[in-house]
């Protein structure tokens, strides 16, 4: 990563932060992305960054000219963590679909064709455990970040041959703002296995240096994904039962 060109969107606290922070260690040239332009600020300044405050959806262009021409690895790891069931507001709905996936996809166009033409380029995209498995409680969430994981392995699919390198993170609970919203929910499913932001960054620079498309910085995810896929009723039976679960919390 020594002189490489990073973007991490998302990058006012909790795991973007820490991914800016490591990248920075690594000897990158990073542009810190949130809406929060205070939060931007404090984070660039802390660590030597470029500060580029605004939505994650257009961040790219401008992003590119601080980075002096070149994006090298773009960090899609802005997010809403939208609670709600099926009955939540069309644009919470529209919202989550909008910061979950577009923006990754709005990113990835204006990546792909430079990417392409030099042959290389890494997409790092933070899906969440909730994109491989589900979470209770929370539907526009859970079906956005299953979205962002179909992009993350079509872009892989399709592009891996021609030097791109994706990589699609997926951790349960983390120690963020994005948990303490997941409200009771995220109590019951995600705190008593938490990890730290830092742990996250970590699972991922493991990841890069194995050439690994998944990021499991909770490695029991695997097996739980392993039994989504071979025993779906089971499955979706003790889902249901941490569901009720929960509804009597």
């Known amino acids: 990563m020594q002189g490489a060109g990073v973007v991490v969107t998302g990058a006012g606290g909790g795991i973007g932060a820490a991914l800016a922070r490591r990248f920075v260690a690594e000897g990158a040239r990073v542009v810190v992305n949130d809406l929060d332009a205070e939060k ?7 660590i030597g ?19 002096g021409g070149r994006v090298d690895v773009y960090c899609a790891n ?37 990417w392409l033409e030099r042959g290389s380029g890494r997409f790092v ?13 929370a539907a526009p969430y859970s079906v956005t970040k299953h979205g962002a994981l179909a992009f993350a392995e079509w872009l892989s699919l399709t592009y891996r041959h ?3 390198k ?6 349960q609970g983390v120690r963020t703002d994005m948990l303490t919203a997941a409200g009771t ?15 996250v960054a970590d699972a991922l620079f493991e990841g890069i240096e194995a050439d690994r498309f998944l990021i499991l910085p909770h490695p029991e995810v695997a ?27």
């Open 40 to 46: 931007t600020k404090l984070i660039a300044d802390e």
């Open 49 to 67: 960054a470029t500060a580029l405050p605004g939505d994650a959806s257009a961040v790219v262009t401008a992003a590119r000219e601080a980075l």
């Open 78 to 114: 802005a997010g809403l963590a939208s609670p709600g069931d099926a009955f939540a507001d069309e644009q919470v709905w529209a919202s989550a679909w909008d910061v979950n996936v577009m923006a990754h996809i709005r990113a990835a166009r204006e990546l792909l064709p430079d």
């Open 125 to 137: 995209s933070t899906v969440s455990a909730a994109g491989l498995l589900t979470m209770v409680g």
């Open 162 to 164: 021609r030097g791109l």
């Open 166 to 171: 994706v990589h699609a993170i997926c951790p």
């Open 185 to 199: 929910a995220g109590e019951l499913v995600l705190a008593p296995t938490a990890i730290e932001p830092e742990d």
């Open 223 to 249: 097996g739980y994904y392993a039994a989504r896929a071979t025993d779906p009723d089971r499955w979706l039976g003790n889902m249901n039962h941490l569901q009720q679960k929960w509804e009597g919390v």
